[in-house]
């Protein structure tokens, strides 16, 4: 933590579990796969986010969800000779412990962006294939061992965000082959998906939250961030604008009143946001942010005191802050030294959260890091 704030690490130490036995059944299923080098991999010796092993030739994390303790799904890219890279999806059920490849993924894959569970063994990665590029979604049943595309409707470039409520109820954003931004969304485990209709001029959505089955808050960008919500399970979408902002990355929000949101505040130079409702969108207000922060990629709040987020600063470094209050004190946190820019962040509980993006090495690498009392 920064010097002066003792206040938060106390309270991480406190609420922190003691680490989860490795080697569990991900292990049997997805073994053969060397790890990452130990310089990258080797946990820090103080509190803080620290890395954990990833299988070779990891390039980038993009996206991450922990419905548990001890399961997280996490999606990427990696290394495939004569080619800009494959998407990989990453599995554990040891909290990171050991991390594996999950197989059998369609071979036209072109990219995964985002990742949402209603459960360890329920799970929905976005993105997009190719050649197209046209959206993309698979689903698992049975805690990433299979994968199954699902059928979207026409007229998709891409996801780039999903959020799934219950085992059946789901909401992805993303872009369609138009330009503009769009929502769909699915009442069956994702076998059909329908498209929602959006207020005119949103360009672009990259993230999505829902806090009841019914509400529902995406974050993106016109000129400036935007956040559109629905309060009747995305029969009617209204926007917010929010001028003093250029775009909006994140958004987690819990039940129907609290969310918050992060971004790009502004550039030249770069400043990042965060925006917070207390009142289910009737009105946001800006919270203050550390110094030192270029853009806040992601968010996300396990209750609605504790929130962490993610991006990078303005030297090309990673980025991690943290509350404990709501966002009325946000709170610098270490992270190892080799990272380099956190695109997503999940908590299975206040005292559970791993980050992930990339870090410093020859060709790029893959990071995930969880954080250690």
């Known amino acids: 933590m920064n010097a002066g704030t003792p206040s938060r690490s106390a309270s991480r130490a406190r609420r922190l579990l003691p680490a989860l ?46 419905p548990s303790a001890s399961s997280c799904v996490a999606v990427g890219s990696a290394e495939q000779a004569g080619t800009a890279g494959r998407p990989v999806i990453l599995l554990t059920t040891d909290g990171g412990g050991h991390w594996a490849e999950a197989g059998g993924l369609p071979g036209d894959l072109g990219q995964l ?6 459960g360890p063994a329920r799970c929905w990665v976005a993105g997009s294939s190719i050649p197209g590029p046209a959206a993309a979604v698979l689903a698992t049943t049975d805690g990433g061992l299979t994968w199954v595309r699902r059928v979207l409707p026409a007229g998709l470039r891409s996801l780039t965000g999903i959020d799934c409520v219950t085992d059946a109820r789901c909401w992805a954003v993303g872009q369609s082959t138009a330009g503009d931004a769009a929502v769909l969304a699915t009442d069956d ?39 559109a919500a629905t309060t009747n399970g995305g029969r009617t979408w209204t926007r917010a604008d929010f001028p003093r902002t250029r775009a909006l990355d ?10 918050r949101a992060s971004g790009l505040a502004t550039v030249m130079p770069s400043t990042a946001a965060i925006l917070a409702t207390d009142n289910g969108g009737q009105s946001w207000s800006a919270q203050a942010v550390p110094p030192g922060l270029a853009r806040l990629w992601a968010v996300t709040c396990p209750s609605d005191r504790d929130c962490q987020a993610v991006g990078q600063s303005p030297a090309t470094l990673g980025a991690a802050i943290g509350t404990t209050d709501g966002g009325a004190t946000w709170v610098t946190e270490p992270l190892p030294a080799s990272i380099t820019m956190l695109r997503g962040v999940a908590c299975a509980g206040a005292a559970d959260c791993w980050a992930a993006g990339t870090a410093r090495a020859p060709g790029g690498a893959g990071v995930i890091l969880r954080w250690a009392a």
Do not use: H, K, Y
């Open 21 to 66: 036995a490795a080697g569990l059944a991900l292990a049997m299923c997805c073994a053969g796969l060397a790890l990452a080098s130990p310089a990258l991999a080797a946990p820090g010796a103080g509190p803080g986010w620290q890395a954990q092993p990833l299988p070779a030739g990891v390039t980038g994390v993009a996206g991450i969800a922990c």
């Open 113 to 118: 962006n985002g990742v949402a569970c209603a």
């Open 189 to 227: 485990g994702g076998a059909t998906w329908a498209r929602q209709a959006l207020p005119a001029g949103i360009a672009t959505l990259s993230a999505v939250s829902c806090g009841s089955t019914t509400r529902c808050w995406a974050a993106g960008a016109t000129s400036t961030g935007i956040v």
């Open 250 to 259: 994140g958004i987690s929000c819990v039940g129907d009143d609290f969310c």
